[in-house]
T-cell receptor, first 110, second 114 residues
């Protein structure tokens, strides 16, 4: 069964606003990662948070992890048109597999 | 530095024809290799993964197969394509997921079966 589930499925905001995406998962994890995908391209790693961490920052990105609720959130502050992309969370499912959620399509309007 | 090459970028194939997509990794040894398929506007479905030469694990029963003839080469194949095989195929590699090391993706192959 699918491990990660992002919501919302789609998000449209104005440039300069903050964008928040959420991810829920079902089983225990060692770490959770967020990836970005521009249309028709491969995925690019954004940030990783380990199961013993609660919050992590990288530039305009802030990730939180609540293992008791099996959920994570990705916040992009001061969004730009160039942030328009799909964002996926990925967990270590079992063994050496990444399990990806269905993603959130973010549109940042100029 | 490590790089991953995936080709071709786009492919249009008739139903019933064979398929071979190739992925190679440079700059690392004994990587974990992955093939994912992505339907339009959807998430990634893991098709195959490999932790070593000749070691292939399949996640879903399907019309596809994978092989790893060399340490840094991963091939996705089909003997006879179906319409339902259309999609965006992504190859990826990683060193160790459990250690929290990221996956690196190729640029993908857009396969259209007609």
């Amino acid at each position: 069964s699918q491990q990660g589930e992002e919501d919302p499925q789609a998000l449209s905001i104005q440039e300069g606003e903050n964008a928040t995406m959420n991810c829920s998962y079902k089983t225990s994890i060692n770490n959770l990662q967020w990836y970005r995908q521009n249309s028709g391209r491969g995925l690019v790693h954004l940030i990783l948070i380990r199961s013993n961490e609660r919050e992590k920052h990288s530039g305009r990105l802030r990730v939180t992890l609540d293992t008791s609720k099996k959920s994570s959130s990705l916040l992009i502050t001061a969004s730009r048109a160039a942030d328009t992309a799909s964002y996926f969370c990925a967990t270590d499912g079992y063994g050496q597999n990444f399990v990806f959620g269905p993603g959130t399509r973010l549109s940042v309007l100029p | 530095s490590q790089t991953i090459h995936q080709w071709p970028a786009t492919l249009v194939q008739p139903v019933g024809s064979p398929l071979s997509l190739e992925c190679t990794v440079e700059g690392t040894s004994n990587p974990n290799l992955y093939w994912y398929r992505q339907a339009a506007g959807r998430g990634l479905q893991l098709l195959f993964y490999s932790v070593g030469i000749g070691q292939i694990s399949s996640e879903v029963p399907q019309n596809l197969s994978a092989s790893r003839p060399q340490d840094r080469q991963f091939i996705l194949s089909s003997k006879k394509l179906l319409l339902s095989d259309s999609g965006f195929y992504l190859c990826a590699w990683s060193v160790d997921i459990l250690l929290g090391l990221e996956a690196f993706f190729g640029q993908g192959t857009r396969l259209t079966v007609v």
